[in-house]
């Protein structure tokens, strides 16, 4: 499997001293481990990952990694099939065997699009095969282990390392070439999500399972931002905080039919589940935080 296919960091492990309330995380990564300080995994080798939990006997394991791209899982079925579904799977057994709690990130992408808002027992029904190999995903990390808890999420944005971690931020080169004319989607609705509302759901979550032996932490979860952006919506906001132009970028209000692979429409996930157990599910306002973030680079 290619470098490009690996997305980072691979796995994120909270280590709970709940006597004292310290919780050590340790992060890995392939590709860029030397560079950040990560520990270096790759997760598809299993008796690599078997040794790393072995010898580190985490309380909780994140497991983030996917190919998280439709269109390049779409031309790419058995890498994407090795990371998205084969990888949980090996995870849920390490971690069921050693009663540690297993966070899978999963998508909205599972489901059509066709009537948000979604709870978590609605049905699944990808249009594209990422979406397809998340719910397979999912699906092995049950059979394994039904107390895993798998947290579905949406469009994600945040510090990173480059623009294009991100389907968000990498909007931001679009903003600023102004040398290329392009045409942007204005037709599905995101809900786009920052990482660090994220972290800190997940580790409420592991809280409550694991230092207050909550058993309602488990099972299928929802997380979401709650404003509704299109791409171009978001390159609207970037641009006004920027105070550039956009005329090189075309509102597109219909799905594109040389689009690689189809998305839904409007996937947004309801936090109603993570409410009913008493998780904080606030979000920091998107135009604020960009605001912050582009003003003080």
Known sequence: MSETRRREPHLLCFFLETYIHVYTVVGTALSRADKTGLVKLDLTDSQAVETFIQDHNPDVVVHCAAERRPDVAEKDHEGTLKLNVQVPRTLATLCKARNAM???????????GTSPPYQVDDKPNPLNFYGKSKLGGEEAVREVDPQAVILRVPVL?????????SAVNILLDVIKNRSKECDMDNFGLRYPTHVEDIARVIKDMSVKRIQQGDSNISGTFHYSGEEMYTKYTMCE????????????????????????????????????RLKQVGIDTKHV?????????????
Do not use: C, M
């Open 237 to 272: 906001t970037f641009a006004k905080i920027l105070n550039s132009s956009i005329d090189h970028i075309r509102p597109q209000n219909e799905i594109s039919s040389s689009a690689a692979t189809s998305r839904p429409k409007d996937a947004h996930l309801s936090n109603d």
């Open 102 to 112: 297993l966070v899978y990130i999963s998508t909205d992408y599972v489901f059509d």
């Open 157 to 165: 944005y945040g510090v990173t390392e480059y623009n294009g971690e």
């Open 285 to 297: 306002p998107f135009e604020q935080w960009w605001t912050t973030y582009l003003t003080s680079a």
